[in-house]
């Protein structure tokens, strides 16, 4: 695979090809995706939730996500890597966030980082920016600010946010996430930069899931806009009680799961090992 960088997938906006974004945390997932020609990889912070069992997002730490940020570029050397700065990550001060920014630049290889707001963070886009960082901007339904959303709503009113990211901060992209088609086909026919939506319609320029959610590995909830490509974790369940099965019924091992041992040497073992007395 060739490497995906931001200058590609302007391209591929600009051939009205659809770019393709998921999650992955770990080396193996990296693996297959970049294998399956997934054009970005989020480590997102929503591994506090398919991952660690947390609520919301807002526990994950950077230095939580860094060496899993570390393996997935591992897995996947050609993806655009995206790092997700995490709840109290960038909010603090503008230092902070340049310096945690450069952690997923330096640390983890990452193409860019992203961070969830609009008119609220862009002093601290352009703050990053100016430490030669890329930045995608995540509008609309922002899971780190679900105590002022009142919880996982589709939102609506985000097309003068994005003109700001793009105008005045100048993100490289942006995630839309749960907002009406209407508003991802105006804000990505305006744009020139990437429009990528999760939840927001066909009219954007490429789709982003959860990768738990779209294999169905995920079931404490599933949003509306969740395809569910496959029941991973029914099958997983599934081997995991056939392997029990298998043990408790002695189906497993078989011969074919068993080292052979040269008869001389079987000899030998059990002239070595008299019986205890
Ligand atoms: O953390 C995450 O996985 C996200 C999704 C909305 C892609 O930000």
Not at 87 to 96: D, G, L
Request: proline residues 6%; aromatic residues 6%.
């Amino acid at each position: 695979m060739k490497k995906v960088t931001a200058h590609a997938l302007i391209e591929k906006k600009k051939a009205r090809q659809p770019i393709t974004w998921l999650t992955a945390y770990d080396y193996p997932m990296a693996q297959f995706e970049e294998k399956a020609g997934i054009d970005i990889i989020l480590v997102g912070d929503s591994i506090g939730m398919t991952t660690y069992g947390f609520d919301s997002t807002l526990p994950v730490t950077m230095d939580l996500l860094i060496p899993h940020t570390q393996a997935v570029r591992k897995g996947a050397p050609n993806v655009f890597l995206i790092g997700d700065m995490p709840y109290m990550s960038y909010q603090v001060c503008a230092q902070e966030a340049v310096r945690n920014a450069g952690r997923f630049m330096a640390e983890c290889g990452c193409d860019a980082i992203k961070l969830e707001g609009g008119r609220e963070v862009l002093d601290t886009i352009k703050a990053i920016l100016r430490a030669t960082v890329p930045v995608v901007g995540h509008l609309g339904l922002t899971p780190q600010s679900i105590a002022m959303l009142g919880g996982f709503k589709a939102q609506g009113r985000d097309a003068d946010a994005a003109v700001r990211l793009i105008e005045d901060a100048g993100v490289c992209m942006i995630l839309l996430e749960a907002v009406p088609p209407e508003v991802g086909k105006i804000i990505a026919e305006r744009a020139q930069i990437p429009i990528i939506g999760i939840g927001a319609g066909p009219h954007v320029d490429g789709q982003c899931l959860i990768v738990h959610d779209m294999l169905g590995m995920f079931e404490a909830f599933t949003p509306k806009f969740v395809k569910k490509y496959a029941s991973i974790g029914e099958q997983i369940v599934t081997a995991l009680k056939n392997f029990t099965q298998d043990v408790t019924r002695g189906g497993f091992p078989a011969p074919e799961h068993c080292y052979k041992m040269p008869e001389s040497e079987l000899r030998k073992l059990e002239e070595l090992v008299k019986p205890i007395k």
